[in-house]
Structure formats: C-alpha cells, structure tokens
C-alpha cells in the first residue's frame, strides 16, 4: 500500500503554517513527526491533499523551565525527551513512561505534540498528560489560547483542537519532592500498543489515575480516584476495582472489552 497523492508544504515560521491551514480549509493536516500519520495514510484510513510539515518551526521546539512548570515545544521528539536533563530531574513519571513508547526508531521521529494531536486512544502521551495536570498551548488565527489536558480529550482521535490550530507546547508541573508516580501498561509484545495501560500521580492524599488503551479515549476515573485517596491500601484497591465499570471498554481483534477491564484492574 501507499499513500495517495498529496501536496507537500513546509513552512519556515508557525505564522506560515497556520496560514496554509487556513487556506486549505480542513483539507491539510499538519506532519509532526508522521509515526502514525504516514501508516494511516498508506493504509488509506487518512487521504489529506496536502501536508504541512512542520521540521523548520523553530517556534514548536525547545524545552523551556517556566517558574513551576516545563514547557515543551510540540515538535520535541521522544528522544528528545528521554535526554533531556530538565525532563530526567523533573518529570519522572514521563521518564518511566518513554521506553514504553513504540521501538528506537518510531521514539526517533516521533513528537509529542504530534502524539497529543492524533489523540490515538492506546497511545502513552494522552494519559501522562492527563495524569500531570498538563496545559496544552494552541494556536490558530484568532491567536493563542490555553486548554487543560481534562478538556483536550474528546474521543477516538478527537481532540478540542480547531483544523486551522496547531499545538504549540505543552505545559507540565513538575514534580514535587512528596509526589509519587506509577506506570504500567500490558502489550502482546514490548513496543506494542497497550492492550490496556495505566498512569498514576499521588499527591499527599490524592491520587490522579488514567487509563489508556481500554476505551475511545484516554481517561481519567474520578470516582476510582476519590475511593483510593486517603486509602491507599492494598484493600482499598480490591474494593475499588468494581468502579472501573465506569469506563465503556471496546473491544477489538486483540483483546474482548472483558478482557481488557480485567486487565485494566
């Protein structure tokens, strides 16, 4: 298989990509990396007439230390990530997370502003987000606006992101001295999507969890998170367990929706 025939762009400033976003009027999507994109197109789920490769907009990369938080410009690669010093001291949960992603080569090309776009329900970066109360930067001809990772998430590669927007950073708290973290997540094979996955953050008391892989989305379970706040105990999370019926599990050729609420419990 390969893709259809399409036009290539690349701008130089972000100003210029928003603008051919603009006019192509929901015919162009951005390439921020093309991990999962370039599949779809070749496999003829995606058939966009144009791409608009974003490699030369200096103003989507970088990694930057903003008072409390890290911002991290939408075309930072995975292995950007995994190296970088700021991310290795403050973002723990995100360095449990990466070698999880996908192999080398797709942690090689691919972005996390490109993941966070797609909104691809088995991918990592959607419920790291979630998990770490990040603030996703977009921007698109009316200028810039700020969108909590809680609103961003719509649904099976559905996002709040307009077709003439582009993420332009992420923005995430870093890690305090008293917090803990966790990540987990079960594949046929290391590298493989996850049959079911879950990321956690505790906060004194309180404790954020999402799911990925299990349901149309990544998501968090807030009735699962008040239960275990406060109770943290091994016995606090068998009795738990019965509010995961709370997630529409799907189902698929890899695993039953049973399957993957038992796994995900």
């Excluded at 496999?43 to 970088?62: C, K, M, N, S, W």
């Excluded at 991290?72 to 001291?89: D, K």
Aim: hydrophobic share 50%.
């Amino acid at each position: 298989m390969k893709a259809p025939d399409f036009d290539y762009l690349r701008p130089p400033t972000l100003t210029a990509a928003i603008a051919l976003l603009v006019e192509h009027d929901g015919d162009a999507v951005a390439l921020a990396g093309g991990q999962s994109l370039m599949a779809m197109m070749n496999f003829r789920v995606a058939a966009p007439e144009a791409l608009i490769d974003l490699a030369d907009v200096t103003e989507l990369q970088g990694i930057t230390r903003l008072g409390d938080s890290l911002r991290i410009g939408a075309m930072t690669r995975y292995v950007e990530l995994a190296h970088a010093p700021e991310v290795r001291a403050d973002l723990p949960l995100l360095i449990m997370a990466l070698p999880h992603i996908a192999h080398d080569a797709i942690r090689n090309r691919g972005t996390i502003g490109g993941s966070l776009a797609l909104a691809d329900p088995a991918a990592e970066m959607p419920a790291l987000m979630l998990v770490l109360d990040a603030t996703i930067e977009v921007a698109g001809p009316d200028g810039t606006r700020l969108i909590k990772a809680d609103d961003f998430f719509l649904g099976i590669y559905e996002t709040a992101l307009a077709s003439d927007e582009l993420i332009v950073a992420v923005h995430i708290p870093v890690a305090r001295p008293e917090q803990r973290f966790a990540f987990h997540e079960l594949a046929q094979r290391h590298g493989d999507y996850a049959l079911a996955g879950v990321a956690v953050a505790q906060s004194g008391a309180h404790v954020r969890i999402a799911f990925f892989g299990v349901a149309d989305r990544a998501m968090r379970l807030r009735t699962l998170e008040s239960a275990l706040s406060n109770a943290p105990d091994g016995a606090a999370v068998q009795a738990a367990l019965p509010l995961l019926d709370g997630i529409e599990f799907n189902g698929d050729t890899r695993a039953s929706a049973g399957t993957r609420q038992r796994l995900a419990g």
